[in-house]
């Protein structure tokens, strides 16, 4: 029982930094665009680049 005194405010405790990396990934842009990655991976713009 006293194994929940150390796991229970450590799952919190994560659950509050994982809050903060998506809120901080959602401020800084990182899911402004999501189909542009899925357009360039299609696009043929570089095949005369090639050696």
Request: proline share 2%; hydrophobic share 55%.
């Amino acid at each position: 029982m006293t194994v929940l005194l150390f796991l229970v405010p450590l799952a919190l405790i994560l659950g509050f930094v994982g809050l903060l990396a998506f809120l901080w990934s959602l401020n800084t842009g990182q899911y402004d665009d999501l189909d542009g990655a899925a357009s360039r991976v299609l696009s043929d713009d570089d095949l005369g680049e090639s050696a």
